[in-house]
């Protein structure tokens, strides 16, 4: 980036606004009711704080903003960094990407995260200029750094970038960052106002990370793959002084981001009792394994005491047999018991459990796991099909016997991934009648007039979401489930037809042009609404140096 800049060089740290989503259903269910800001962006603004980059984080998905303000934003940009962490995410990211390259031809995208690190090269084919792998914050570092001083993109660290007519990896690897040397999160510039769990009457919402990784084996999951069944802790010391800065700026409510929180008990014995003893008075969620709190019959109590409100549980099925064979590591021999115990233990404590189910891939199309759970394992749960994503060991496994049905870049939950058996498909039960069916037992609709202001205001966000889905429909929203719901075509012609109805020059011209756009979430934040932004020209930005680009300045 050149001294004769008029200003600091702008990095945008995007969330995407929802341009295209599923249907009937969101994408993100479970993230549309309990709205948490990610720790991502925070994360990658403290490693560069020091760097001259005038830094803005941007969170599309929950701020509610017109399409015009969201083209000004776009076109501000000089640098676009995006974490993309799931194919559910991939078609809507694309679509962005397209629209920033269409709006400001010389903006620089940098994609990161657990999606882009197992497609980089699909995603420099869709548009992105950079794909950051694995972990973030050295490279990210060193990647901006190299912006700044004309630096070579040949000595980034887990870089994928075009240098010509190749795509090209960086031979250097940067070593997993020690956590509590990380500089601190920039939550200051984040804009926390919109964002709410409900577990406190007042107070902001942030996210925090006590650790990163899982050393569990679960073969459905990338997620420990990623970190390598690894999982590296920061210190007491250093979350509390996260803590004591986020309480000053007024946060009152935490989502601990672990995918495995508690699994070393000694550490988050210490944390939690550190918490109790500042009197931080947080109320907090987090993901958490069944085994954890059945090891640990102190653990639910302590929880509660120090703020705990409500977890994550990943629950799979009640089926031994079935979590056995992908490797969950529960070892009980009554999984259905076990975890009937581990829900008394919370809700006696006032700890209210989401269980997250998985419906095997070879079930019948009729049933679905979490059929008649609430009440019983959990107070309330999501179930979703059992998906082939890129990254895991069962897809790996699925991959040797031609069984992953279709590529993996995207996915719909209206669409099957996996192929059973010879023909037979894995059924798809994301729709309607399931979900009705579902919910209309008896536990589920006394809780929607529960005590609990907590629990009121689950219950009564998962209609307010649906009906508001179904109110955003668009033509091509319909198109789309119709052509994922198409039995008769192959899953990968489904799939094309698909992304050709989004990706393609007309639906792009209207985003450019238009000042409007039917939104498929436009109403879920009532009247909040972003700052506006002022038209104001990007930057320059020179083109990085490569290979290629030193050859023709030769």
């Not at 690894?230 to 700026?249: A, C, G, N, T």
């Not at 059945?294 to 005491?305: H, I, W």
Request: glycine share 6%.
């Amino acid at each position: 980036m050149s001294a004769s800049q008029d200003h600091a060089p702008r990095i945008l740290f995007l969330h995407p606004k929802t341009l295209v989503d599923s249907w009937p259903f969101p994408v993100d269910t479970l993230g549309e009711v309990f709205k948490a800001p990610s720790a991502v962006y925070p994360i990658l603004a403290g490693a560069i704080a020091d760097l001259p980059i005038d830094v803005e984080i941007f969170d599309g998905y929950v701020t509610r903003e017109t399409l015009r303000n969201y083209q000004r934003r776009l076109r501000r940009a000089d640098v676009l960094a995006i974490s993309v962490m799931s194919p559910l995410k991939a078609l809507d990211t694309e679509l962005t990407i397209r629209l920033a390259k269409a709006l400001n031809p010389r903006v620089q995208i940098v994609l990161g995260g657990n999606h882009a690190s197992a497609f980089p090269e699909r995603w420099i084919g869709c548009g992105a200029d950079l794909v950051v792998t694995g972990e973030g914050e050295i490279a990210f570092r060193r990647l901006a750094e190299a912006w700044l001083s004309r630096g070579h993109l040949s000595d980034v660290p887990n870089l994928v970038y075009r240098d010509g007519d190749r795509i090209v990896r960086s031979a250097q690897t940067a070593p997993p960052i020690a956590l509590d040397d990380s500089a601190m999160p920039r939550w200051d510039l984040f804009d926390l106002r919109p964002y709410r769990l409900g577990t406190v009457r007042r107070g902001r919402c942030a996210a925090i990370e006590l650790s990163r990784g899982c050393p569990h084996r679960c073969d459905f999951c990338n997620i420990n793959t990623f970190w390598g069944h690894r999982q590296r802790y920061k210190s007491v010391d250093r979350i509390i002084e996260e803590m004591d800065r986020l309480h000053r700026l007024g946060v009152r409510e935490l989502i601990f981001t672990d995918d495995n929180f508690a699994h070393d008990y000694r550490h988050t014995t210490q944390l939690l009792e550190e918490m109790i003893r500042r009197d931080f008075r947080f109320g907090f969620g987090s993901f958490l394994r069944g085994d954890t709190v059945r090891l640990n019959p102190e653990f639910a109590a302590l929880a509660a005491r120090a703020g705990m409100r409500f977890c994550f549980m990943g629950i799979e099925t009640l089926d031994p047999r079935w979590l056995k064979s992908h490797r969950k590591g529960v070892r009980a021999p009554d999984a259905a018991a076990m975890y009937a115990d581990v829900y008394r233990s919370l809700r006696a404590n006032g700890v209210f459990l989401v269980g997250l189910f998985i419906t095997p891939a070879e079930a019948p199309a009729e049933e679905f796991s979490g059929k008649g759970v609430d009440g019983v394992v959990c107070d309330f749960h999501y179930s979703a099909d059992l998906v082939a994503q890129k990254g895991s060991a069962l897809y790996e496994t699925l991959m040797k016997t031609a069984s992953v049905g279709k590529d993996m870049f995207y996915h719909d939950w209206n669409m099957p991934s996996i192929v059973v058996s010879g023909d037979r498909i894995q059924p798809s039960r994301r729709n309607m009648r399931v979900a009705v069916q579902d919910a209309l037992n008896l536990f589920a609709l006394r809780a929607h007039l529960s005590a609990s202001r907590f629990e009121r205001r689950l219950r009564w966000r998962h209609i307010g979401i649906i009906a508001e889905r179904l109110l955003c429909s668009s033509a091509m929203d319909i198109r789309r489930y119709k052509i994922a719901k198409d039995q008769s075509r192959s899953l990968e012609d489904r799939q094309r037809s698909i992304v050709s109805s989004v990706i393609n020059d007309t639906v792009l011209r209207r985003l450019k042009a238009g000042g409007r756009w039917k939104s498929p979430l436009a109403l879920r934040n009532g009247l909040w609404s972003a700052r506006k932004i002022a038209p104001l020209e990007a930057g320059r930005v020179p083109a990085p140096v490569t290979a290629a680009t030193r050859e023709g300045s030769a």
